[in-house]
Each structure stands twice: as C-alpha cells, then as structure tokens.
C-alpha cells in the first residue's frame, strides 16, 4: 500500500477530527500530496494540497480557513486538520498523490478513502 489514510469519524457540527496519511518515502519525496473528498452523488473533488517540498498550501474554497495541511518528513505523512466542521463537509475523503494536483483525473496515487460524517 503506497498510501495509508486514516482518522475519519463521526463528529458534531463545529467539532474537529485530523486526517493522516502515510505515504511510501518514494511517493512522499517526489509527489505534491493533498487530500480530495466525495460526497454521495458528487463528483471528487480538491480539499486541500501541499506541494512536495513542503514549503507551500493551497485549499478548495470552501475548506479555506477551516482546513490545515500539513506535512512530516520524519514519519512521510500528510495530515488535515479539520475544523469547524459542517454538515456540508461529510464525505469519503481520499489522500492523494500526484505532479499536479489540479484535478482528480490527474491524480497520479489513491489512498483507501476513509469516511468523515457531520452531524447538524
């Protein structure tokens, strides 16, 4: 397995959970890597991305502010910190490796999704 996420849950609006996701050490040194998320009946779509220095993060609209990525050299791990958590963000949220992070059609790596429910 190239990417392992983990960390979804069920939490209350206006709570908090933490995604991770292990990476291999090929994978962690040479990719961007971010996290997409797909909501029954929606297309996939970018929640949050880290460039694979390190050094720069980009966030989907409607997560900015409320989403942190961040990224550990030590462990070759991304991670999300959510917070703020709305209704609107459940989702099956994938980890997700690739040159360009643009779009889901693009994505070079999957992780297993790992599945965040909100409730109002």
């Known amino acids: 397995v190239q990417l392992q996420a983990s960390g979804g849950g069920l939490v209350q609006a206006g709570g908090s959970l933490r995604l991770s996701c292990a990476a291999s050490?090929?994978?962690?040194?040479?990719?961007?890597m971010g996290w997409f998320r797909q909501a029954p009946g929606k297309e996939r779509e970018f929640v949050a991305g880290s460039n694979w220095r390190g050094d720069k993060a980009y966030y989907g609209d409607s997560v900015q502010g409320r989403f942190t990525i961040s990224r550990d050299r030590a462990k070759n791990a991304v991670y999300l910190q959510m917070n703020n958590l709305k209704p609107v963000d459940t989702a099956v949220y994938y980890c997700a490796a690739a040159i360009n992070l643009d779009r889901a059609d693009i994505v070079n790596y999957w992780g297993q999704g790992t599945l965040v429910t909100v409730s109002s």
């Open positions: 050490e090929r994978i962690f040194n040479n990719y961007a």
